[in-house]
């Protein structure tokens, strides 16, 4: 499934080859999605240009001012973006796509749990989807402090915590476990139980692991977005996410693997620790 990382880096790619653009033509080939794509697509976007490609959380947001508003996708569960020659041959699940002067991005997503809508006015932000998001955690806005009021008081595992996405958005599994493995922290420690340092080393970790998660797609992301790969051609190197029975590679202990909230996490049980005055 893309996460926040692999979306920014769809994100970086496409954008110089699109910015700017005047929109030639925008075919919806299939429109039932998890929301139905708009029919009138064309009608509101053709001969406008792209002013902007933004990113919120896991969805990426097209800005066409002189269309009055904004195009919201988000790729779901299987959903990826190339960029193709105008004569490219289709694939099967190729929905929508935004014809450009050179050339043409295509929407592909086999289970079509993704979605395209549309948000008029100045604020994407206004759209119910994204109005209910939490903050992004590479911006300054995540801090130890706000970390620390949030969790005040919680006694939800900080591993489910942190993949709330009305909290923190773009923390999912993959990077909630290698997070906390960074960290030092317990998947089971309770939320509210974590001290000072602890917060701080996981505000570092969470970071850390999505920079280093975007800048190994970043690397590659001509081929990224040029390929019938797609989202979740490049993989974050991982210490503890799916490793379950192999050795740390901090301490060779054996990784386990546990169940929380119906998602499998992974961590291991000597370098990560329950919470600060939690033994
Ligand atoms: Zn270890």
Redesign the pocket.
Known sequence: MPELPEVEVSRMGLLPHLEGQRLVAAIVRRADLRLPIPQDLHARLAGHRLAALERRGKYLLFHWPTAGGWLILHLGMSGSLRLVAPDAPLGKHDHLELVFPDTVMRFSDPRRFGLVTWQTGEDAQAHPLLAALGIEPLTKALTPDWLADKVKGRKQPIKQFLMDARIVVGIGNIYAAESLFRAGISPLAPAGSLGPEHLRALVAAIRETLREAIDAGGSSVRDYVHSDGGAGSFQLRCAVYGRAGQA?P??G?TIRQIRQAGRSSFY?P??QKPADGAR
């Open positions: 740390c901090r301490c202990t291991c000597k370098c």
